[in-house]
């Protein structure tokens, strides 16, 4: 199978990379290092991303930035950059990469234990979390020739052990699972 992931270069993607790499082919993806780069928060970026990379039967993304913090000194800037960077990003790899993956492909999102279970002071990234986990839910229902996509919804990934975080991301990409939200570590 050929799997790019994007954020390779990142906590969760250097991990990825390593254990994927076993058994299948991987590109990696990232804004300053990889085979490929790519901003997230561009679709033209990910337009490009695409085009580079032909016959991919799975993207994984483990990219994208949201903002933690208390709600009171929230300002619109930190709001923007992670709806721009994490959860527009990510839609659009799935609108724009619908049309290049490889039928009966797979998506594999990234969102977090903050959308479902949000602690004081982050706001910030709950509702772009959250936001993740709803588009995966409604967009698998409309995904053409057989492309599944599916969210995985870490805790810190300092809390998870690497078979549990790498087994989670396997999961969507290996498993018939379309819409799902899989959720370690809490």
């Known amino acids: 199978m050929k799997i790019l992931i994007i954020g390779a270069g990142g906590t969760i993607g250097k991990l990825l990379v390593a254990h994927l790499s076993e058994k299948h ?14 901003d997230i928060s561009s679709a033209a970026s990910i ?29 619109q800037a930190q709001l923007n950059a992670g709806i721009t960077n994490k959860l527009l990003g990510q839609i659009n790899l799935v609108r ?3 049309h290049y993956l490889n039928d009966e492909g797979s998506f594999t999102l990234t969102s977090g234990k ?7 002071h982050t706001a910030g990234k709950a509702f772009v979390n959250g936001g993740i986990n709803s588009f995966v ?50």
């Open 25 to 38: 082919e991987v590109i990696s993806a990232g804004r300053k290092s990889g085979d490929v780069r790519v």
């Open 47 to 75: 337009e490009n991303m695409f085009r580079q990379s032909e016959n991919i039967d799975a993207c994984i993304c483990v990219a994208g930035e949201s903002y933690a913090g208390e709600l009171l000194s929230l300002t």
């Open 96 to 98: 724009i990469g619908q």
């Open 114 to 120: 903050m959308g479902d279970k949000p602690a004081k």
């Open 137 to 186: 839910k409604a967009a698998a229902m409309e995904m053409e020739r057989d492309i599944r996509v599916n969210a995985v919804s870490p805790a810190k990934v300092t809390d998870i052990a690497v078979t549990e975080l790498v087994a989670a991301y396997l999961k969507s990409v290996e498993d018939p699972l379309n819409g799902e939200i899989i959720k370690i570590g809490y």
